[in-house]
């Protein structure tokens, strides 16, 4: 749902929601005036959890993190298969 700013007199401004089908000309703000939808700029920079990612993605991407080791893990060695047969198999 897109967010939207509206001027009250009395408080200033104010961010509400609405879908952009039900949105008003003018509200009532907290303190029980009304007050009117004003214009502002989109907000691109609200994408959520995947406009998070992109950015840390591409900072990481200009500055990657430079590590001294390998970092330790519990990490398992590769299943091997008990059964004769797979021994035949080519090996890539």
Known sequence: MPVYQFLCADCGRFEARFSMAEVPDSTTCRCGASARRGVSSPAFGRGGRAMALMDATKS??????????????NRRGTPTSTNPLHAKLPRP
């Open 60 to 73: 990481t991407a200009e500055r990657p993190a430079v590590v001294d080791r390998v970092p330790a893990g």
